[in-house]
């Protein structure tokens, strides 16, 4: 089995800080995709941003210029930190991988999330 946990949510004023970090541990033989995602009371879960293992970077339009993405493929971790948080930023944030646990095996897999929140 898979499993990725994420660390380094919690509470910060507007205009903070975070950094968040998803470490996947198990039968792992390497890593694909792996992305951050969001979700608010009341909303549906969105993309917030995604990383190849080659470390080619996607990100939402409302994030792009405050959050960067990043990878350690040897430690199989991915990290996001947040620059300038916004109120609208608080969420449940996931971690998402897809991962091979054989050459030719993929599947998806999601952390159990990590709350953030912006508040003064």
């Known amino acids: 089995q898979v499993q990725l946990v994420e660390s380094g949510g919690g509470l910060v004023q507007p205009g903070g800080s975070l950094r968040l970090s998803c470490a996947a541990s198990?039968?792992?033989?390497?890593?694909?995709?792996m992305g951050w995602y969001r979700q608010a009371p009341g909303k549906l879960r969105e993309l917030v941003a995604t990383?190849?293992?080659?470390?080619?970077?996607n990100y939402a339009d409302f994030v792009k210029g405050r959050f960067t993405i990043s990878r350690d493929n040897a430690k199989n971790t991915v990290y996001l930190q947040m620059n300038s948080l916004k109120p609208e930023d608080t969420a449940v944030y996931y971690c998402?991988?897809?991962?091979?646990?054989?050459?030719?095996?993929?599947?998806?897999?999601w952390g159990q999330g990590t709350q953030v929140t912006v508040s003064s």
């Open positions: 998402n991988a897809d991962v091979r646990r054989t050459f030719v095996t993929v599947n998806n897999y």
């Open positions: 198990g039968r792992i033989f390497s890593i694909d995709a």
């Open positions: 990383i190849t293992s080659g470390g080619s970077t």
